[in-house]
C-alpha cells in the first residue's frame, strides 16, 4: 500500500520521536581553540558573578613552623630560610628552634592534622556566608593535599598528605563536606615549585612531564567549580603552554561548564586574559567591566602565623566594610583562613567568619546576585576628604548608638550601591541618622523604599534631585545587624557618575 506519509512529515515524526526519547537536544558545546583570543571570548559562569564572597584556604607543610617576620606571608617560610645569611630574621627563627641541620621536608612529618574535622570546617563556612571554597592543593613548597603520583616521582620522596604527613586526602575530604552544604568548590594550584629538582634543571620537562599531567589529574579527580592558579611570574604563557591546557580544561575536562579561572597563567596575563582577574592586599579594581577578585588575609599573612598578634587582624566590621566597596565596584571578596597544622581553624578566625555571616543573613540581598549599580559610592561631602582611591572607611567616628541623630563630623561620610534590575540597594557604613539621602537618583511613582531586617515601607520623597527618607525609629537592641545597613530602592536607577 502506498503510504500517505510525506518525506517531510516522515522527518518530523522521527525528529518528535527522538525528543520525546531524550527529553531535549543540548546545543553543541562551543570548542574553544588553544589561543587567549578564542579562551577569553568564554563567558565567566554566573555563578561567580553572583556569588560575591569567597574562603581562600593556605594549609601545607608551612603551617608546621607557622612563622613569619612582621608584615610578611608565613606561607613562603621556606624561600625565605633558603637565604642562610645571619641577619635574615626568617633564618634567625629557624636555626633557634629547629637547628641549621633542619632541612625544610622534616617538618611534612609533623603536618598531622590530627584535630582536622572537616564537617566543623564546612558548616563555619556556610555559617559565614560565603558561597565558594577555595583551598590549597598545594603551594610553591610542592606539596600536595591529595595523592599525587606526580609530587612522589618528580620530588624523589612522598611528598603528599596521604603517604607523609595526616596520611589523609585532605583536599577531597573538605571538598565532600563543603559541596555537601550547597557551596562551590574549588582550588588554588602553583604552576611552579621553587626547589623541585625538574624545576631548577629543566624548565619545559617540568611543564610537560610535572605540571600539565599533574593539573589534569588534579582536576578530573576534584571537578573544581574554580581554580585559582598562582606562581607564574617566571615564564609567559606560552612557556607554561597555558593555552593548551586551558583549552583542555573547557572542552574536555569534567568541570568544563562550571569551572572558573583567574588571569596567572603566565607573566603576561594578569588583568589581560582570564575569567576573572585579581588583586591580593589592595583595593581592587575600579573598572567594572570585567570580573575581578580581592584576596586577602585577616591580617598580615595568608599562611597561619603564630607571630601575629591581636592588633594584626581586622575586625568583622573592616571586613564587612571590604566587602560592601568591592561589590559596589563590581568586584568579588575572597578571604583567606590559615589553619594549623594539627587541622583547626584559629577561634579568631571562625569569630570574624561568623560575624561576617551574621550580618549577611540580614543582608546578602544587598550583596548575591547583584551587580555594578553605575556609581559605586556618594560621600557627603561629594569627594573622598583626602583619602587615597581604596583605602576602607572603618574610622568614620559613627555613632555607636543605633538611633542617635549624628551630629557634625560625626555624620557618615559614605554609602555603598548595589543593584538587582531596577531595584538600587543603599549601603550606610554605621546607621544614617534620622534622614537616608541619595543623590542623583531617578525614581518612579511606584518606588518603595525598605530596610533590609525590618518590616514596612520607609517615608521617602524627593528634594531636588535627592531621594530623602525617612529612617525607622530604633531603639539600641532594635536594629536588625551592626555594623551596616542596607536600603532597599525599588524602580529606580542610579545616575553614573563616581
Not at 176 to 187: D, N, S
Not at 295 to 315: H, L, P, Q
Request: charged share 25%; with cysteine; net charge neutral.
Amino acid at each position: 500500500m502506498k503510504s500517505s506519509l510525506s518525506l517531510d512529515s516522515l522527518t518530523g515524526w522521527l525528529a518528535a520521536a527522538v525528543l520525546a526519547g531524550l527529553g531535549h537536544v543540548a546545543p553543541a558545546q562551543t570548542q574553544y581553540e588553544p589561543r587567549w583570543e578564542s579562551l577569553d571570548k568564554r563567558p565567566t559562569p554566573e555563578w561567580f558573578l553572583d556569588a560575591k564572597f569567597g574562603i581562600f584556604i593556605h594549609w601545607g607543610v608551612y603551617s608546621v613552623p607557622a612563622w613569619g617576620a612582621p608584615k610578611q606571608y608565613a606561607e613562603w617560610y621556606w624561600n625565605r630560610i633558603y637565604d642562610k645569611k645571619p641577619n635574615n630574621p626568617w633564618w634567625q627563627f629557624h636555626v633557634k628552634n629547629y637547628g641549621a641541620d633542619f632541612e625544610y621536608h622534616q617538618f611534612a612529618p609533623m603536618f598531622r592534622c590530627e584535630l582536622f574535622n572537616p564537617e566543623q570546617w564546612a558548616d563555619i563556612f556556610a555559617r559565614s556566608g560565603a558561597k565558594y571554597v577555595v583551598p590549597t592543593s598545594k603551594h610553591h613548597e610542592g606539596y600536595c593535599l591529595w595523592p599525587s603520583e606526580h609530587a612522589n616521582k618528580t620530588w624523589g620522596r612522598p611528598w603528599n598528605s596521604v603517604e607523609v604527613g595526616p596520611k589523609r586526602d585532605l583536599l577531597g575530604e573538605l571538598g565532600e563536606a563543603v559541596r555537601k552544604r550547597g557551596l562551590k568548590y574549588g582550588f588554588y594550584y602553583s604552576l611552579y615549585e621553587w626547589y623541585n629538582p625538574l624545576w631548577l634543571t629543566n624548565r619545559q620537562r617540568y611543564v610537560d612531564e610535572h605540571m600539565t599531567p599533574q593539573f589534569k589529574d588534579v582536576v578530573t579527580r576534584y571537578r573544581p567549580a574554580i581554580i585559582f592558579a598562582d606562581g607564574e611570574w617566571d615564564m609567559p604563557s606560552k612557556d607554561w603552554r597555558s593555552e593548551e591546557l586551558l583549552a583542555w580544561l573547557f572542552n574536555e575536562s569534567p568541570c568544563r561548564e562550571e569551572v572558573v579561572i583567574n588571569d596567572r597563567w603566565g607573566k603576561d596575563c594578569r588583568h589581560k586574559h582570564g575569567g576573572y582577574y585579581t588583586t591580593e592586599y589592595a583595593a581592587g579594581l575600579k573598572d567594572a567591566s570585567h570580573p575581578w577578585e580581592e584576596s586577602r588575609g585577616m591580617a598580615y599573612s595568608y599562611g597561619y602565623n603564630r607571630a601575629e598578634a591581636i592588633d594584626d587582624y581586622k575586625t568583622a566590621r573592616e571586613f564587612i566594610y571590604i566587602l560592601c566597596d568591592l561589590v559596589s565596584r563590581g568586584g568579588n571578596l575572597l578571604l583567606d583562613i590559615g589553619p594549623t597544622a594539627d587541622g583547626r581553624i584559629p577561634v579568631i578566625m571562625q569569630q570574624r567568619l561568623l560575624e561576617i555571616g551574621d550580618w549577611l543573613r540580614v543582608n546578602g540581598e544587598a550583596i548575591y546576585g547583584t551587580r555594578y549599580a553605575g556609581r559605586s559610592c556618594q560621600w557627603s561631602e561629594g569627594k573622598r576628604p583626602g583619602q587615597q582611591y581604596g583605602e576602607y572607611m572603618v574610622k568614620f567616628n559613627l555613632m555607636e548608638q543605633v538611633g542617635q541623630q549624628p551630629k557634625g563630623e560625626l555624620a557618615v561620610k559614605q554609602m555603598w550601591f548595589t543593584k538587582k534590575g531596577r531595584t538600587v540597594y543603599a549601603i550606610t557604613p554605621g546607621w544614617p541618622g534620622r534622614q537616608l539621602v541619595v543623590r542623583d537618583i531617578k525614581v518612579s511613582p511606584g518606588t518603595q523604599v525598605t530596610m533590609l531586617g525590618r518590616a514596612g515601607a520607609l517615608s521617602h520623597r524627593l528634594d531636588n534631585g535627592r531621594l530623602v527618607v525617612e529612617t525607622p525609629a530604633l531603639g539600641p537592641e532594635e536594629a536588625p545587624c551592626q555594623h551596616a545597613f542596607a536600603f532597599k530602592i525599588t524602580e529606580a536607577e542610579l545616575i553614573p557618575g563616581e
